[in-house]
């Protein structure tokens, strides 16, 4: 006899909204993000190519050459955008159908995950990311003094040769649900967590939450006028006809982090249009 | 002919197997399948006779949900006082073992065979606590460990713990195979 055993679905898709009209550029997202994905500590960190760091805190300005009045500057917390594809139920970001060894794959909940032990090292998936959010260990991470030993045991220490990223400290959903079952919750939906830059952030400028929840807040902050996406062009396109067969023609990567900027300088920036 | 492709082959064949068997102890080290047990241990009479037959009792859970795996010292010694009898005729009172003096209160003189990578976030509570429609378990304690409870010493009886099993029962649920699920 076949037993029928029903499915238990994820309704959640998560996503983030960062205010740049509030990030104070403190970098206190940067820290607490290497702090909680055990990332190593190098001599000289600002030697990009050898570091290593999932969140990236970038300066922005309007003109390298401008001067007193006219030069403007913002800060821009850089993650993995967690692209979905044109299609949120069917997610197809960049980096997943590149990747050989199915280390990176997409979540039930829309989170793009990347398996650091199973990563072969190849960097398809870094060329293919049109955010530079994916980095590569070149070096084998070393951590000054006792610093191992205070180490995060829920996430694994990525070794020299393979491609780490931003996953939205998906170990601390899990750890979030292992909760909720010891309090007899047992309903995956029902479990909500807070990555360490959102946590963190002391201006509240970093929203996180479920996108398919319609009364979260990180939906209705991506429903405003001034919700803006790293370039993704189809986001430009008001007319609904010609949006839907943009859509059809061309594959675009619809990422899940939403910046949120009334600065027109940094939107056309963001877009990558020309200064106005 | 036949002979000269043999000694031809000869060196790829031992290279092979020296090379899987390299390989397959490294394997068998990282999930510990050769754990240390300095204690022995009788799940057998602490089930039947003594009555003990829920397996939270030693194999609890923390106040967080996680897991806390092999007992301490401290536990055993709840029951097995240190300052207890060492022999009596009543079979219900707990003797002291003078092989626990050696050992502190937090000391946990086992190692776990089923031992998981580090990149393996495995949840028991979840696991544990998921139900069918009807409130039956998906899975119970010997799924995975194998029947230990019925078990006189500490050997491994089910296995390794590897990443197939785990597969295998989530295809057959229904449930999500995708890899952040477990892994991190």
């Known amino acids: 006899m076949k037993e029928k055993v029903k499915e238990v679905k994820m309704k959640r898709r998560w996503g983030m909204a960062i205010d740049l009209d509030k990030c104070t550029g403190c970098g206190k997202c940067s820290v607490a993000c290497n702090q909680e994905n055990n990332m190593p500590i190098f001599e000289d960190d600002s030697d990009v190519p050898k570091r290593v760091a999932f969140l990236e805190l970038m300066k922005v300005t309007n003109d390298r050459d401008a001067k007193f009045p006219d030069v403007k500057t913002a800060y821009l917390p850089k993650m993995c955008q967690m692209c979905e594809g044109n299609d949120p139920k069917n997610p197809n970001p960049p980096c997943v159908s590149v990747c050989p060894a199915v280390a990176t794959d997409v979540g039930d909940d829309g989170v793009v995950s990347q398996i650091w032990s199973r990563c072969i090292g190849c960097r398809y ?73 959102a946590g963190t952030c002391p201006t509240g400028a970093i929203v996180f939450g479920d996108l398919n929840d319609h009364d979260s807040e990180v939906y209705k902050l991506t429903q405003t006028d001034r919700a803006v996406r790293l370039t993704n062009p189809v986001d430009d396109v008001k007319d609904a006809d010609k949006k839907k067969s943009l859509l059809k023609a061309k594959q675009f990567t619809n990422p899940k982090v939403y910046y949120l900027t009334s600065q027109q300088w940094l939107r056309d920036m963001m877009r990558f249009k020309k200064n106005s | ?49 003594y009555g003990i037959s829920d397996c939270t009792t030693c194999h609890g859970y923390e106040e967080n949900g996680r897991f806390k795996g092999l007992p301490t010292i401290a536990e055993c010694t709840t029951c097995h006082a240190r300052d207890g009898v060492l022999t009596s005729d009543d079979q219900s009172i707990p003797r002291k073992k003078p092989m626990f003096d050696s050992y502190k209160d937090t000391d946990q003189p086992w190692e776990s065979f089923a031992k998981q990578p580090d990149l393996v976030y495995f949840s028991h509570s979840v696991v544990m606590t998921a139900k069918y429609d009807d409130g039956r378990l998906k899975a119970r304690c010997g799924s995975c460990h194998g029947d230990k409870a019925d078990s006189t010493g500490t050997k491994m009886i089910k296995g390794k713990m590897l990443m197939g099993q785990c597969m295998d029962c989530h295809t057959a649920l229904n449930l999500s195979n995708k890899c952040a699920v477990c892994h991190d």
């Open chain 1, 125 to 197: 998936c870094q060329t293919a990311c049109p955010y530079e959010a994916r980095v590569f260990n070149w070096w084998k991470p070393e951590y000054e003094g006792s610093f191992k030993k205070s180490l995060s045991t829920d996430v694994s220490v990525a070794s020299r040769g393979t491609v780490v990223k931003c996953t939205f400290c998906s170990h601390i959903w899990k750890r979030e649900r292992d909760a909720a079952t010891a309090k007899g919750i047992l309903d995956i939906n029902a479990v909500l967590y807070t990555p360490a830059c």
């Open chain 2, 1 to 49: 002919m036949r002979r000269s492709l043999l000694l031809f082959f000869t060196p790829f064949i031992i290279f092979t197997w020296i090379f899987f068997g390299i390989s397959q102890k490294g394997c068998d080290s990282v999930m510990q399948a050769d754990a240390a047990k300095k204690i022995p241990f009788n799940h057998q009479s602490h089930v039947e006779k």
